[in-house]
């Protein structure tokens, strides 16, 4: 085997020392965060600026932001 080959076999799919997607996930509330803030966004839009699709990707990115900032509790 060469080099490249060596570095591949611990990135295998059936290598249990290979953290999967549950190992790496962060406490935040992300999805939560930005599904509200859709939504609100998309209240907001309607109401203010006649424009929902701008009110979504506003309130979207301000959820994000929210969600990223706050850790959930183990």
Known sequence: MDE???ENISTEIG???NDGYEGN???NYLAVGMCLGMCFGALVGHLLFKNMGVGMG????LG???GLSIK???
């Open 25 to 27: 996930e962060e406490d």
């Open 58 to 61: 506003i309130g979207m990115c």
């Open 15 to 17: 290598d249990k020392d």
């Open 72 to 74: 959930q509790k183990e």
């Open 64 to 66: 994000l932001t929210i």
């Open 4 to 6: 490249v080959d060596n």
